[in-house]
């Protein structure tokens, strides 16, 4: 091998080896299965159902579709590099510094906005059960614990994913069951439903659809958390290439799978299944005695689940950007493999929106709520671009380096770059999520010129 391909394989994160690296492959594998049962999954789907009807499934499908193609892109790029930096490290090697640093702190900012809100779902379960406690205390102690357990230790993360992971997968597997079996007509206590429920197939037209379609996309976010725990990982080529390869399955089980169960058996348009959430509604639509509130336990639990991982990995993007000289070096200092101080900002920064959510309710938040709106899909935007011009790089020079490999390259890439244009324009269609456009475009647009500024800088220093 000639030594030219030396700077190819040198990531531009070198550091990545003062990280801990004691995330253990079940670490991996679980947080992979779980990671896919998010926040978003449990309680954001409900609006969808609501717009789009039986449709659903397919809007499900259609989005599934296109994240399976991003999973695999950065799949291949993260098992080539390994690094905690993730996209924003391949955006760098791929397209310039500049491009690094607006995938990476855009992502941060979604991360930690996301910390705080998922802590405001989980404290609203919390004070629904004990009614006159403080919403804003029960956000406090979540963060506490959790940024506690990422300041001690990776291995921490890596534990509470685990079970928290296990847990999803169980109730959602149990969830599967029942509905099937209620499908069937074996459940005892409950009628088969048949299609009834599915009749009205499309009863918001090619409008619900696309509403449908937007909220199925966003639901879909933190399936790049995995990408990013490989790298402090035992093996981080194997976790990787697993997690990606089994990606499909997983999503069409776990997402496109529930949404057929649910509106199979839960009338669409009931009031429930926006109030109660689509889990909910359909164990009560069954009548099994307390599995309503069953469910409400999981729910907290994929809030809680998402708030420890949302930390861990916002702090993981802050050191990495930092280490590449990107940010302020105090987010970089690492202590027993931790970088703690990154750790400390980002859940200061998402108590902070918890904050604003309750200060300025009506301005402020609802402006940061719109910015980080279209991140995700800015983010695989970036991850898209990074592949083409990586995998060329690599077939060229370090062809050994392919431990995974997107399906059909390059034609696939472009069909999910394609596929990303369409979101936007269908984004740029309805006035709800335009403003999202607008605010998350102004928010992309400073930090590239920002980044932009920072690399002539650099350069010409």
Not at 60 to 89: K, N
Not at 374 to 381: E, R
């Amino acid at each position: 091998m000639p030594n030219s391909t030396t700077t190819v394989e040198t990531p531009p994160q070198a550091a990545d080896a003062t990280l801990s690296h004691s995330l253990k492959q079940r670490h991996l594998s679980m947080i992979a299965l779980g990671g896919v049962i998010g926040a978003g999954l449990f309680v954001g789907s409900g609006a969808g159902i609501a717009a789009a009807g039986p449709s659903i499934v397919i809007a499900y499908t259609l989005s599934g579709l296109l994240v399976m193609l991003v999973m695999r892109m950065l799949g291949e790029m993260s098992a080539a590099y390994p690094s905690s930096g993730s996209f924003s490290a391949h955006a760098e090697r791929a397209i310039g510094p500049w491009a690094g640093f607006t995938a990476g702190w855009s992502f941060w900012v979604l991360l930690c906005t996301a910390v705080g809100l998922e802590g405001i779902g989980a404290a609203k379960i919390v004070t629904g059960w004990l009614p006159g406690t403080p919403e804003w205390a029960w956000v406090a102690l979540f963060m506490v614990v959790f940024c506690a357990a990422n300041l001690a230790a990776v291995k921490n993360f890596g534990e509470f994913e685990f079970w928290f992971a296990a847990l999803k997968v169980g109730a959602i597997s149990l969830f599967l069951i029942l509905g099937v079996l209620a499908i069937a007509g074996v459940l005892q206590g409950t009628d088969a439903p048949g299609t009834s429920n599915l009749s009205d197939f499309l009863p918001g037209g090619s409008e619900g659809l696309i509403v449908g379609v937007l909220a199925s996309i966003f639901a879909y976010g933190g399936l790049e958390t995995v990408t990013i725990a490989a790298a402090e990982s035992q093996d981080p080529v194997r976790g990787v290439a697993s997690a990606v390869r089994t990606a499909m399955w997983r999503i069409a089980v776990f997402y496109i799978g529930s949404m057929a169960v649910i509106v199979t058996l839960v009338p669409w348009d009931s009031k429930e299944v926006v109030e109660k959430g689509p889990y909910v509604a359909a164990l009560d639509h069954l009548g099994i005695p307390g599995a309503g509130q069953l469910m409400n336990v999981v729910v907290l639990v994929a809030l809680l689940s998402a708030m420890n991982a949302n930390i861990y990995g916002s702090s993981r993007i802050a050191y990495s950007l930092v280490e590449r000289g990107q940010g302020p070096k105090a987010l970089g200092r690492v202590s027993s493999g931790v970088p703690r101080t990154a750790v400390l900002a980002s859940s200061v920064f998402g108590f902070v929106c918890v904050v604003l959510s309750h200060w300025r309710p009506d301005d402020v938040f609802p402006w940061l709520l719109n910015m980080i709106g279209g991140v995700i899909l800015v983010v695989w935007i970036f991850i898209a671009v990074s592949q083409l011009r990586l995998r060329a790089r690599l077939n060229r020079e370090a062809p050994e380096k392919l431990a995974v490999r997107m399906w059909a390259f390059p034609w696939l890439t472009w069909v999910a770059l394609a596929g990303m244009a369409a979101v936007f324009v269908l984004m740029a269609r309805e006035p709800g999520t335009r403003v999202q456009l607008y605010y998350t475009g102004g928010m992309t647009a400073v930090l590239a010129a920002v980044g932009y500024a920072w690399q002539k800088t650099r350069a010409r220093s």
